[in-house]
């Protein structure tokens, strides 16, 4: 039975000030080509100089990711000739990268998998071409952006095994600081090397093609899915896959073929003479280490081991960092970790989470949150005005407590108020108070919904709770 061996080669753009060897700002958006200056736009007689910062944030993503990290490492040309790459060639690294091996591990359906990488070097990005109407155009503002390429061993075999590597891998990464990963900027994509073939233990694969630029987890799995299947049905009909490079189309869902498949040899790969080799000591790799911030892992232990949170709060918690660094500011502030928790994970995630995004997006600060969890803790909001707070402070930078009163969101724990709704609500129903005192007790909740209607939903519930309860008696 034929199936699918794969490996992937992601490219993350580095969160650095400037560009990898100029000073152009290191920035998503802008004007097309308002972001490039002669080096980065490939004009003659002019050279490049290193981005030290771009240097030590792929030997801390390499730390984070367990690779050995290259004491002696040096720059390549990597030569094509394409629109977007002015200089005709790509500063890249070929046989002596910055990061060599390591690993990511990550759970899929309760089983531990490892997906070894083979190396980690830093390049510069290329521009970007513009299709509009038939006319091609290129901006050039992404050219010379320092990225880190990721590359894996063929240890996966399945869409499945692909998007829990890289949804690890993007977290990772995140939690390092050195990329704000966002796939819908570009700041991390993918290509996806797959063949098929009936080895079991990869001693023998079929010939691999490659689909470019996959910017989205949905366009990864889609893109395997449809490749393993058009390479078993032309194998099954006595055909040949071809070594190719193509692109996934993800509107239609189809792929397809933009070239044949180059191999190392036909880059014409040569030392880059205007640029001095990346060496690091034993003193500069342990600097960088210890800038290293406390991980996913990490925070899950502190998270249910001190906090005394659920597995499954601190997993879905550290899931992604801004998402973790909410939640630390909140209790921080004092809200209570559980509560913290439970709210978090079904309001705050359910605003963050784009149905056209994997990326999450907080509009919300710890202070803000933080306030809203206190006034719900001293029952001055209900669960219900509570979320309805939340998304109104979506987005904005207004204190809670002035919102929740304009929008009479403050909850009534007034007794007597609340014992004049509550009476009147019980003499215009007097078929359900029988029945409730007689014993129905499933009658309590339409009791709740009744008064808090009536009373434009601020009394307190707990209050209709006890005057139900004492109605009984």
Request: hydrophobic residues 35%; negative net charge.
């Amino acid at each position: 039975m034929l199936k699918p061996t794969i490996g992937c080669e992601v490219h993350c753009e580095l969160k650095t000030e400037t560009k990898l060897f100029c000073g152009c700002k290191n920035e998503f958006g802008g004007d097309a080509n308002t972001h490039c200056c002669p080096v980065c736009s490939g004009f003659p007689g002019t050279l490049p100089a290193h981005n030290r910062k771009a240097v030590e944030f792929a030997v801390k993503a390499g730390l984070a990711l367990h690779c050995k990290i290259s004491e002696f490492s040096k720059w390549d040309r990597k030569n094509y000739f394409y629109p977007d790459l002015p200089k005709a060639w790509q500063t890249s690294q070929y046989d002596l990268p910055l990061c060599i091996g390591g690993y990511v591990e990550f759970e899929l359906d309760g089983e531990k998998k490892r997906v070894r990488l083979n190396r980690i070097h830093l390049e510069e990005d290329a521009g970007k071409l513009v299709h509009d109407g038939g006319i091609s155009r290129v901006d050039y503002n992404r050219c010379g952006v320092p990225l880190i390429e990721i590359v894996t061993e063929p240890d996966m075999h399945s869409a499945e095994e692909v998007v829990a590597f890289l949804t690890e891998l993007k977290s990772v990464l995140k939690y390092t600081g050195v990329s704000d990963v966002k796939m819908q900027e570009g700041s991390l994509r993918c290509d996806v090397n797959l063949s098929v073939s009936e080895s079991e233990n990869g001693e023998k694969l079929g010939t691999r093609t490659e689909t470019k630029n996959l910017n989205s987890f949905r366009s990864v799995a889609r893109s395997i899915a449809f490749e393993t299947r058009r390479q078993i049905d032309l194998l099954e009909s006595g055909g040949v896959v071809e070594q190719e490079t193509r692109r996934f189309d993800d509107n239609k869902g189809i792929g397809y073929a933009m070239r044949s498949k180059e191999d190392a040899h036909d880059y014409r790969y040569f030392p880059e003479p205007d640029l001095l080799p990346v060496v690091m000591s034993a003193a500069d790799i342990k600097r960088i280490a210890d800038t290293i911030p406390e991980l996913k892992d990490a925070r899950i232990a502190r998270y249910t081991e001190k906090l005394g949170l659920p597995d499954y709060d601190a997993r879905v918690l550290t899931e992604d960092k801004d998402v973790s660094d909410l939640f630390d500011g909140v209790v921080k502030l004092g809200a209570d970790a559980k509560k913290a928790s439970n709210f978090i994970m079904s309001e705050v995630l359910r605003l963050a989470k784009s149905q056209s995004s994997e990326d999450v997006e907080l509009k919300v600060s710890a202070e803000q949150l933080a306030e809203i969890l206190k006034m719900s803790a001293a029952d001055e909001l209900n669960n219900l005005a509570a979320k309805q707070l939340l998304s109104f402070v979506w987005g904005t930078n207004v204190a809670p407590r002035a919102i929740a009163a304009e929008k009479g969101l403050l909850q009534s724990n007034d007794e007597g108020e609340i014992k004049a709704v509550f009476d009147r609500v019980v003499a215009d129903n007097p078929k359900q108070t029988a029945d409730f005192i007689a014993g129905n007790d499933k009658l309590r909740g339409y009791f709740v919904g009744q008064i808090m209607r009536a009373s434009g939903g601020k009394a307190n519930p707990k209050i209709i709770n006890s005057l139900l309860d004492k109605l009984k008696n």
